[in-house]
T-cell receptor, first 114, second 111 residues
Framework: SAVISQKPSRDICQRGTSLTIQCQVD?????MFWYRQQPGQSLTLIAT?????????ESGFVIDKFPISRPNLTFSTLTVSNMSPEDSSIYLC???????????FGPGTRLTVL | KNQVEQSPQSLIILEGKNCTLQ??????????LRWYKQDTGRGPVSLTI?????NTKSNGRYTATLDADTKQSSLHITASQLSDSASYIC??????????FGQGTRLTINP
């Protein structure tokens, strides 16, 4: 199994600013993902974080709004840029191994944009 | 369209009672089906994972079933405890690591 930590756990931000969320895995994993969970909703995949190359974004999500870094096999960041109140959500990091059945989730970052 | 539908949307039961949550899916190709428990303010935690050939899997008081022919799954919770209050999410894996999430069932256990 993999233990995933995220920082910050929550934040309140002003409209127009940016926030970078960090995700750390306690073991080397091949796959890392970023999800968004809006209030009362289930999880929506934002992108797959690829080590050493550009992330792969899902429909409706773009790199300019959600730039992602993944410098190594255990760490990734997601930036929410030029925030608006509609970005208020929980952002979750997950990780797993290629071809594996399990996907482990971090505790999430609760973001509120005023 | 690849979809996972769960019912009921919410459920309230008394501590010690049993309950069953339902999941129907139309995901193809099918790799596996997972049930996750998500406590308020926390990330989802895996309860069970079933592949096409498995029709039941248990994890303590949680028992999941899978009928691949009818594309239905259920999660049965026995002798519920207050700590079982959470959202339960059915997730179908569509190939390698592509997950389709249900909306979840919000379960409340009352003393």
């Amino acid at each position: 199994s993999a233990v995933i930590s995220q920082k910050p756990s929550r934040d309140i931000c002003q409209r127009g600013t940016s926030l970078t969320i960090q995700c750390q895995v306690d073991s080397q994993v091949t796959m890392m993902f970023w999800y968004r969970q809006q209030p009362g909703q289930s999880l929506t995949l934002i992108a797959t974080a690829n080590q050493g190359s550009e992330a792969t974004y899902e429909s409706g999500f773009v790199i300019d709004k959600f730039p992602i870094s993944r410098p190594n096999l255990t760490f990734s960041t997601l930036t929410v840029s030029n925030m608006s109140p509609e970005d208020s959500s929980i952002y979750l990091c997950s990780a797993g191994m290629t071809g594996g059945n399990e996907q482990f989730f971090g505790p999430g970052t609760r973001l509120t944009v005023l | 369209k690849n979809q996972v539908e769960q019912s009921p949307q919410s459920l309230i039961i008394l501590e010690g009672k049993n309950c069953t949550l339902q999941c129907n899916y139309t995901v193809s190709p099918f790799s596996n089906l997972r049930w996750y428990k998500q406590d308020t303010g926390r990330g989802p935690v895996s309860l069970t994972i079933m592949t096409f050939s498995e029709n039941t899997k248990s994890n303590g008081r949680y028992t999941a079933t899978l009928d691949a022919d009818t594309k239905q799954s259920s999660l049965h919770i026995t002798a519920s405890q207050l700590s079982d209050s959470a959202s339960y999410i059915c997730v179908v894996s569509q190939g390698a690591q592509k997950l389709v999430f249900g909306q979840g069932t919000r379960l409340t256990i009352n003393p």
